[in-house]
């Protein structure tokens, strides 16, 4: 979105120095992919940005936010503002008053960001589109989804995450959105909330948000989440496997690659969808995005096209065979027991000699953390599947431990043509390093 950085100025109650009134495209936190034309945005964390705003500069960005006096040997605008992050979300804040009312949030302890892909795509039918990249969900995420919309967009979809009571309800402030999704109310994050009651409170902060003429998407296959119509004065449009759900699928299958098909049932028609994401649990996700994209009037049709066609963000659900004839399952982007669980059903349903899940830890599960890497263990070996556990003891006698990713490597050094193997963890575990090695 092009914005003046006097209107930046403005905005952020701050002041356009060191520089020429220029018109800037969008914004960026990271110095490293910043582009012709962009905001430069210093962000105060672990590292201080306003020490990347040289290279932010020389890389093409032609103003930068700074809450330290403006840089002498800098040649691009500088604007002053008290706190650089509180000003990002102000420069949210004003975009989304540019944009046209189809702005769409998603939320739910699983399942946002593939919901998030899914929706994008079957917009992109109809609408020019604009998503939040990976899982831009946060304060700075969300203000950068909306810096970066394309003029001319006609709808945005944002990914919201929480990690606490009140977050979401916030990023409602900058994003305003008139339709919203919740996935799920799990366990996840528990640390953080307390318990799956907290989550629950966090998650419904988007439906009421609504308007009174929005739209809230609720997932009838879960009743912490369809319970939440209580919450909002918006129209209510229900999804899942339950028959009664107004979107709803039938005659699921699941094929060599795990893509599933199914008969898409709607208010608006029904068709048969074939989806492009692997998973079966990404019917349930699909079905949020056609609940949701056709309460703005995509037809059905356009939506089969959209599901097909749709990318998922990277590190989920990638399928490959090695050289040696080994197949690869990559979903290591993250884990919590509901996630973890689908990948292990879709691990089994592969054709393998032997099959093999190298599993990280699941963080942040609170006092239930132990328990629930157990169970995992002991599910995979329900399936058949053996474990490799790597640097978590709580997934218990069942799995096999090592230390690290080295040694995670190490330890499949006897894998042959036909065999299948999952890698997946939190962020934290960064397996993704299991799946390169391996090829």
Not at 125 to 130: D, G, K, N, P, S
Not at 146 to 159: I, M, Q, R, S, W
Not at 287 to 303: F, I, K, N, R, T
Not at 308 to 320: F, I, P, T
Request: hydrophobic content about 45%; charged content about 20%; some cysteine.
């Amino acid at each position: 979105m092009h914005i003046q950085a006097s209107e930046i100025a403005d905005v952020v109650g701050g002041e356009l120095t060191n520089g020429e009134d220029v018109t800037v495209d969008g914004a960026t936190i990271d110095s490293r992919a910043a582009s012709v034309g962009q905001l430069f945005v210093p962000i105060v964390a672990a590292r201080d940005g306003h020490d990347f705003i040289g290279s932010a500069v020389d890389a093409g960005a032609t103003a930068y936010l700074t809450s330290q006096p403006p840089r002498a040997d800098v040649a691009a605008a500088a604007i002053t503002c008290a706190d650089t992050a509180t000003a990002l979300a102000d420069i949210g804040r004003l975009v989304r008053r540019r944009l046209p009312e189809r702005v769409l949030g998603v939320t739910g302890s699983v399942g946002k960001t593939s919901t998030k892909d899914l929706l994008a795509g079957v917009l992109a039918t109809t609408f020019v589109t604009a998503a939040s990249e990976k899982s831009f969900n946060n304060e700075l995420g969300l203000p950068l989804t909306l810096a970066n919309a394309p003029d001319g967009t006609e709808a945005v979809v944002v990914e919201m995450g929480a990690r606490g009571v009140g977050h979401i309800a916030e990023l409602c402030s900058i994003a305003r959105p008139t339709v919203g999704i919740v996935t799920r109310v799990e366990g996840v994050h528990l640390e953080l909330f307390g318990d799956i009651d907290a989550v629950g409170r966090a998650k419904g902060e988007l439906v009421e948000s609504l308007p009174t003429d929005g739209i809230a998407v609720l997932n009838a296959d879960h009743d912490r989440v369809i319970a939440m119509a209580e919450r909002t004065s918006a129209q209510v449009l229900s999804y899942g496997l339950t028959p009664s759900a107004d979107v709803s699928a039938t005659d699921i299958t699941v094929d060599a690659a795990l893509r599933a098909s199914f008969r898409l049932h709607t208010p608006w028609g029904s068709t048969q969808v074939s989806l492009g994401a692997r998973g079966e649990h990404q019917v349930s996700n699909a079905l949020a995005a056609a609940a949701a994209a056709g309460g703005l009037g995509v037809p059905v049709e356009a939506m089969a096209v959209g599901l097909l066609g749709a990318a998922l963000s990277g590190l989920r659900m990638e399928l490959h065979t090695t050289d040696a004839g080994v197949t690869i399952l990559n979903d290591a982007y993250n884990a919590n027991p509901t996630s973890m669980a689908a990948a292990l059903r879709s691990l089994a349903a592969l054709e393998g000699r032997r099959r093999i899940a190298v599993l990280g830890t699941m963080a942040e599960l609170g006092a239930d953390a132990a328990a629930a890497h157990e169970q995992i263990a002991r599910q995979a070996q329900s399936l058949g599947v053996e474990v490799i556990a790597v640097d978590e003891p709580s997934y218990g006698t069942v799995a096999r431990h090592v230390g690290d990713v080295e040694a995670a490597v190490a330890a499949l050094d006897d894998l042959t043509e036909g065999d299948v193997v999952l890698v997946k963890g939190s962020r934290v575990a960064a397996l993704e390093r299991v799946a390169d090695a391996l090829g």
